[in-house]
């Protein structure tokens, strides 16, 4: 089992929906990091979380500490937010962090 | 403020051929790291540096060198190409190794025939 998994792999949704991209993990962490990319481009940080609940615009990153779980929310979804979504893990007392595989978004006009 | 600024973003090299990717960063960052990404197997860390002097593998560090004699620049060698080396490239940083955002280059696009 990775230690960090993402679900879903891929979602396909219209452009208004409201989306949920979750991240479960299997180890004690430091901070959780929600990470954009762009068909062909480079990676932006979009959200580091250690406890609680962060809004930009938006989108939404929320942490259960107890559960080992975060999400990820869109509100409003747009087609430009189409793109792969990754969750990334550091845990305690390590210097690496752990990714998860990606959930590649679509959102159709 | 550049950020993290990689270079190249396409290079194709031949099996056995050597190089060097370089990584700069102008935010006084403590951290950097390089990663290779593969279609299906996400970001997995090769090397990674938490400051002028330190540097220590990762997950997947063989064939690949680094050096880190100022805090600004992180460079990554390829010592020996070979077709699996083929991937693309990107180098990341942060103010420090526990909580600090992240910083991404643009990546590189790495070919090896």
């Known amino acids: 089992k990775n230690e960090v998994e993402q679900s879903p792999q891929n979602l396909t949704a219209q452009e208004g929906e409201f989306i949920t991209i979750n991240c479960s993990y299997s180890?004690?962490?430091?901070?959780l990091h929600w990470l954009q990319q762009h068909p062909g481009g480079g990676i932006v940080s979009l959200f580091m979380l250690s406890s609680g609940k962060k809004k930009h615009g938006r989108l939404i990153a929320t942490i259960n500490i107890q559960e080992k779980h975060s999400s990820l929310h869109i509100t409003a979804s747009h087609p430009r937010d189409s793109a792969v979504y990754i969750c990334a893990v550091r845990s305690r007392g390590a210097q690496k962090l752990v990714f998860g595989q990606g959930t590649r978004l679509t959102i159709n006009p | 403020n550049a950020g993290v600024t990689q270079t190249p973003k396409f290079q194709v090299l031949k099996t056995g051929q050597s190089m060097t990717l370089q990584c700069a960063q102008d935010?006084?960052?403590?951290?950097m790291s390089w990663y290779r990404q593969d279609p299906g197997m996400g970001l997995r860390l090769i090397h990674y540096?938490?400051?002028?002097?330190?540097?220590d593998q990762g997950e997947v560090p063989n064939g690949y060198n680094v050096s880190r004699s100022t805090t600004e620049d992180f460079p990554l060698r390829l010592l020996s190409a070979a077709p699996s080396q083929t991937s693309v490239y990107f180098c990341a940083s942060s103010f420090d190794r526990a909580t600090g955002e992240l910083f991404f280059g643009e990546g590189s696009r790495l070919t090896v025939l």
């Open positions: 540096s938490v400051g002028a002097g330190i540097t």
């Open positions: 180890v004690g962490i430091s901070a």
């Open positions: 935010m006084n960052h403590e951290y």
